[in-house]
C-alpha cells in the first residue's frame, strides 16, 4: 500500500504561480512512475504531467508544456509541480498518481494505482 498526500493547492489570480508537493510513502520511491492530474466539476480526470520512474522521461500535454514543470526528490519521497502563468480553465482539483510498476505514461489514470485526496487550485479571472 502506497499512501499520497497533495498539498500546495488555493486560490490564485490569472497569471500567478502555484507549486504543488505530492509525498508518497514507500520504499522504492524511485522506482515509481507518477502522474499529476487535473478534474474540473463534471469533467474526467486529465493528465497536466508524467514522470517516468527515476525522474529519466518527463511528460506534458501541449496546453501546459512550456509553463508547467515537475521534478522528484527521491530522498524526500515528494514530486513537485510547478505551474505558471495559471488560466481560469485550469481550476479544479489536482491528484498526484503513483504507479508502483514505473510503467506508467500518463496515457490513462488507470495506470496509477495510488492517488491522494487531492488538492484544489482556484484561478480566478
Known amino acids: 500500500q502506497v499512501q499520497v498526500i497533495e498539498s500546495g493547492g488555493g486560490l490564485v489570480q490569472t497569471g500567478d504561480s502555484l507549486r504543488l508537493s505530492c509525498a508518497a510513502s514507500g520504499r522504492t520511491f524511485s522506482a515509481y512512475a507518477l502522474g499529476w492530474f487535473r478534474q474540473a466539476p463534471g469533467k474526467e480526470r486529465e493528465l497536466v504531467a508524467a514522470l517516468g520512474w527515476s525522474g529519466a522521461t518527463t511528460y506534458f500535454p501541449d496546453s501546459v508544456k512550456g509553463r508547467f514543470r515537475s521534478s522528484r526528490d527521491n530522498a524526500e519521497k515528494t514530486v513537485y509541480l510547478q505551474m505558471n502563468s495559471l488560466k481560469p480553465e485550469e481550476s479544479g482539483v489536482y491528484y498526484c498518481?503513483?504507479?508502483?510498476?514505473?510503467?506508467?505514461?500518463?496515457?490513462?489514470?488507470?495506470?496509477?494505482?495510488?492517488w491522494g485526496q487531492g488538492t484544489q487550485v482556484t484561478v480566478s479571472s
Open positions: 498518481g503513483v504507479d508502483r510498476t514505473g510503467m506508467a505514461t500518463g496515457a490513462s489514470p488507470d495506470e496509477y494505482a495510488y
